[in-house]
């Protein structure tokens, strides 16, 4: 009789409850590793989806309307507000000012040292200095 009763209790162990909490321990750390690089990784794919679609196409209209890129000096604010050497401005092009995924505005120069058809446009990456992690419209 002492057996049946045994049988009809409710509840886990100790030694099972430990053995859960090891496996799911096991499992954190065969997946955190790969998850760890994958915020950088975001922020780069971010920055590029911005230079190669959004920005980039908010200067094409902006060109198609004035016939010309906003100059170096007016910058990506010519997306924004009209400055004095737009004769057809349509805008605002972009609904906000354009940041990198780091904070830091996207660095334009018209017309571009390495684009010298239209303009350069790119993002300091992560560090905020011209280095290899630049996220850029060239190459």
């Known amino acids: 009789m002492s057996g049946s009763s ?11 409850l430990m053995l859960v909490v090891i496996i799911i321990g096991a499992l954190v750390a065969m997946v955190m590793p790969r998850l760890a690089g994958r915020g950088e990784q975001a922020r780069v794919a971010a920055a590029r989806a911005d230079i190669q679609t959004n920005i ?5 209209l902006y060109e ?16 924004l507000s009209k400055p004095s050497s737009a ?4 805008g605002p092009y ?13 660095n ?4 571009g040292e390495h684009r010298t058809a239209d303009y350069d446009l790119y993002s300091s990456g992560n560090d905020g200095a011209e280095s290899q ?3 850029k419209n060239w190459d």
């Open 64 to 79: 198609l309307d004035n016939g010309s890129f906003p100059s170096s000096e007016e910058g990506l604010n010519a997306l």
């Open 6 to 16: 045994r049988s009809n209790r409710y509840g886990f162990t100790l030694i099972e």
């Open 94 to 106: 972009l609904e906000r000012k354009p940041l990198d995924p780091w904070g830091r505005e996207y």
């Open 87 to 90: 004769s057809n401005w349509n």
């Open 108 to 111: 334009y120069k018209s017309p």
């Open 56 to 60: 980039a196409t908010a200067l094409k």
């Open 133 to 135: 992690d630049d996220v």
